[in-house]
T-cell receptor
């Protein structure tokens, strides 16, 4: 089962890029890497997911290492609204409950 | 499209009672998952239902059960409540299919039901 390691918290300034790291050294070749975030007093919100190559959407970019043992969520220009807890989850292609554990995530603080 | 709705939003129960929480997924979604969130344990997976069948189950005692109806609406039940069951219970729906499971699809979360056990 893939286990993830994320920093407990990170701090960044508004309008600057933010790089949120995640280590998932035991990920298997067919597991997708998902990122969610949770704003205060809300349910989690999907951010992005990918398998091997880098992925982009309107919210963020996901850079996946060539060996897939780590990934980085990139917020290109942070705003105060991006202050949230960010979760990195390797989703097991074979299903199973462990692949659906969100863990503690990274608490991102944005300074104005 | 309307989002995921959960009822009730807040609930207060006493130890030993049972509780039923309800979730209405996004129209067209057949996969519904339930999560428990507490400050100490974070966000933990309870179970996933797809087309009225439980497809995945987390490591929770049998007091936690669920079901899904033919219209994809889902309910979660907790019997013999304990103080430690106080938590935010989140429901998520997904366009996941029989073959394209949660691995390949995003989940859309509801606002949650805040359960307090006294």
């Amino acid at each position: 089962d893939a286990k993830t390691t994320q920093p407990n918290s990170m701090e960044s300034n508004e309008e600057e890029p933010v790089h949120l790291p995640c280590n998932h050294s035991t990920i298997s070749g067919t597991d997708y890497i998902h990122w969610y975030r949770q704003l205060p007093s809300q349910g989690p919100e999907y951010v992005i997911h990918g398998l091997t190559s880098n992925v982009n959407n309107r919210m963020a970019s996901l850079a996946i290492a060539e060996d897939r043992k780590s990934s980085t969520l990139i917020l290109h220009r942070a705003t105060l609204r991006d202050a949230a807890v960010y979760y990195c989850i390797p989703m097991y292609s074979g299903g199973g409950a462990d692949g659906l554990t969100f863990g503690k995530g990274t608490h991102l603080i944005i300074q104005p | 499209k309307a989002g995921v709705t959960q009822t009730p939003r807040y609930l207060i129960k006493t130890r030993g009672q049972q509780v039923t929480l309800s979730c209405s997924p996004i129209s067209g979604h057949r996969s519904v998952s339930w999560y428990q969130q507490t400050p100490g344990q974070g966000l933990q997976f309870l179970f996933e239902y797809f087309s009225e069948t439980q497809r995945n189950k987390g490591n929770f005692p049998g007091r936690f059960s669920g079901r899904q109806f033919s219209n994809s609406r889902s309910e979660m039940n907790v019997s013999t409540l304990e103080l430690g069951d106080s938590a935010l219970y989140l429901c998520a729906s997904s366009p996941a299919t029989v073959f394209a499971t949660l691995t390949y699809n995003e989940q859309f979360f509801g606002p949650g039901t805040r359960l307090t056990v006294l």
